[in-house]
Each structure stands twice: as C-alpha cells, then as structure tokens.
C-alpha cells in the first residue's frame, strides 16, 4: 500500500516552515507522498480570522508545486465544519482503500491531544509522526501513546502563520519567510474584486 503523510494546517498563510518541514518528512521517513490538508476551520481556533479556504488552499497548491510527492488537499472543504481529524481519516480512508495513512502533527498539538475527537480511534486507525516544537518536551506524553512517534533531527522552524500576520499588519516585510510564488500575492492582499485586506 502507498503510505501518504496527512500534514493538517489553516496555512493561513502557508510559509517556508510548512514546505520544508513537509519535504523533510518525505525525504526522511517511509511516507511516500505528504498531502497538506487546508483546514477550513480549526475546532479549537473557532475565533482565529482565516483568509478564503480557497486563496489559501491555492498559495499551498503554488507553493508546493514544484516540489515531487507533495501535494494539496482541500478534502476538508466538502466535510462538515468545524472540522475534526477522525472524520477526515474516516472520509480518506474510504474513498482510497489502498492507501496506508499517517498523520503528522506538532508536538504541540500531543499536549492536548486527548481532548480531540475520538482520540482513542484516530491511534487505531494511524501512525502520528510528530515533530518537535521549540519549548515543547512531549517525550513522556508520547510513552501513553504507543503509535506516536516522535522524529528525530527535524530542523526547527522559528516562524508562523502568526508571525507572519502580525509583521505584515506592522507593515514589515514578509517576503523571506513565505515561497516566492505565494509572497507577492500575499504582500499585495487583494483579494478577487479588488478590495484589500488589512
């Protein structure tokens, strides 16, 4: 069976950290292909402002598009929202039978990870590779859960969404930390009928 790596964001926006951070899990471990699945709407960042799913799940589409076994995936746009991780592995599993699935999450994300959803099925169904945080010692709270793995020589990626937005509404300059495809548009912030966002 391919094994497919689901890497789940709002991307909001998608910067260099998301790109290489998906590239170091293709070339370092057995996942074949790493899907960036945009989230439409994070259940547990219900009042975080996202830019349009489909502008964002464009910049991802652009941002990757030259880059071998990464891919954009907007499964989650044609679930129900909010949306939940077991319900997308439910929605994946069945329409690709012969794919074998792992979900790639940050360590983060295994602080709270047992107040998710049906957390106890999502660890029958896949394997979580999980990759470090700065700050973030989660070596203890992985050894509860036996299908976690924790990676090992991961660069760390000093930058986020957050970041991102907060120095781009400081009118600083945000070009270097996202792709070169997604930076002009996203530095210009028009949207299609010609209005521009703060």
């Known amino acids: 069976m391919q094994r497919v790596g689901l890497y789940f964001g709002s991307f909001n926006p998608v910067h260099k950290g998301h790109v290489s951070l998906a590239k170091w899990v293709l ?26 799913n489909e502008e964002r799940f464009n910049w991802v589409q652009m941002a990757v598009e030259q880059i071998e076994g990464i891919v954009a995936c907007n499964a989650e746009f044609f679930l129900p929202q909010p949306s939940y991780t077991i319900d997308t592995l439910r929605s994946l599993t069945e329409r690709f039978p012969t794919i074998s699935f792992t979900l790639i999450m940050g360590a983060d994300n295994v602080l709270g990870f047992s107040s998710w959803k049906n957390a106890a099925d999502i660890l029958q ?31 760390l990626y000093d930058i986020s969404s957050t970041q991102v937005r907060r120095l781009k509404e400081a009118g600083e300059q945000v070009a270097d930390y996202l792709p070169e495809a997604v930076a002009k548009l996203y530095a210009e912030g ?3 009928d010609g209005t521009v966002r703060p």
Request: glycine fraction near 4%; charge should be neutral.
């Open 27 to 52: 070339d370092n471990t057995p996942v074949q292909q790493v899907w960036m699945v945009v989230s439409p709407q994070n259940p547990f960042k219900i009042n975080q402002t996202l830019l349009p």
């Open 125 to 155: 169904m896949v394997q979580v590779l999980v990759y470090p945080r700065p700050g973030i010692d989660v070596t203890e709270i992985i050894k509860k859960y036996p299908t976690m793995q924790l990676l090992q020589g991961v660069p």
């Open 190 to 192: 028009a949207t299609d």
